[in-house]
C-alpha cells in the first residue's frame, strides 16, 4: 500500500513537472529586470512568444484533363414513298358504234393508265457522337507550410525613482508631474 502510494506520488510529480514544460514552453520566456535611465527606475518585462506562420505558395503542375466534344456526321438513308405515275397507252376500241347513221369502225385512242410506283428517296441524317478529348492544362495547386515565428515584446513601466526618493512624483529632483483623474478629464499638478 505504501509502495502504491510512492508510485503514485512519482508519477503525479513526473506529470505537474512535463505540464509545467510543455506550459512554459507554449508561454515562451519571460525576463524581467530593472533598468535606471537618468532619475527614473524602469521595470523592462521582455517575453519571447512563438506564434504559428502560415506560408502558402502554388505549385504549377501539369495534368490531363478530359473534354467532352460531340462530333456531328451525316449518315445518309433511303425512304420509299409511292408515287403515281401516268402513261398514256393505245387502246382499241369501236368508233361510231353507237350512231345509227355512221357506219362503225374499229381504231386506235390514246387512254391515260395511272399506276403506283415505289421509289426511293435520299436524305441525311445528324447523328451526334460523343467523344472525350485528352487536354493538357496547368494547374496552381496550392502547398501550406507552417514555420514557428519568434516575436519578442518589450515592455518598460516606470516604478520609481533612481534616488530613492519616494513614490514616483514625490521627489524634488524628479520634474515628473503627477496625475490624478478627476470627472474623466486629467488635472495634472
Known amino acids: 500500500m505504501i509502495a502504491s ?8 510529480a513526473v506529470l505537474s513537472a512535463s505540464l509545467a514544460f510543455s506550459t512554459r514552453w507554449a508561454a515562451g520566456q519571460t525576463s524581467v529586470e530593472i533598468v535606471e535611465e537618468g532619475d527614473v527606475r524602469y521595470q523592462v518585462t521582455k517575453q ?9 505558395e502554388w505549385d504549377e503542375k501539369q495534368q ?21 405515275v401516268t402513261e398514256y397507252r393505245q387502246e382499241l376500241y369501236l368508233a361510231n358504234r353507237w350512231n345509227p347513221l355512221a357506219t362503225p369502225y374499229w381504231t386506235y385512242r390514246y387512254v391515260p393508265v395511272t399506276r403506283w410506283e415505289a421509289r426511293q ?8 457522337q460523343r467523344t472525350w478529348v485528352p487536354e493538357q492544362q496547368t494547374v496552381r495547386i496550392p ?6 515565428a519568434t516575436e519578442e515584446h518589450v515592455s518598460k513601466m516606470v516604478i520609481g525613482t533612481a534616488t530613492g526618493g519616494g513614490p514616483m512624483g514625490t521627489s524634488p529632483q524628479t520634474a515628473v508631474a503627477r496625475q490624478e ?7 495634472y499638478k
Open 64 to 84: 490531363t484533363v478530359y473534354r467532352e466534344r460531340y462530333d456531328t456526321q451525316w449518315q445518309t438513308n433511303y425512304r420509299t414513298y409511292l408515287t403515281p
Open 121 to 128: 428517296e435520299p436524305y441525311s441524317v445528324p447523328i451526334a
Open 143 to 148: 502547398r501550406t507550410t507552417t514555420l514557428m
Open 181 to 187: 483623474t478627476f470627472g474623466g478629464v486629467k488635472q
Open 5 to 12: 502510494f510512492g508510485r503514485l506520488a512519482f508519477s503525479l
Open 48 to 56: 519571447v512568444i512563438q506564434r504559428p506562420v502560415s506560408k502558402t
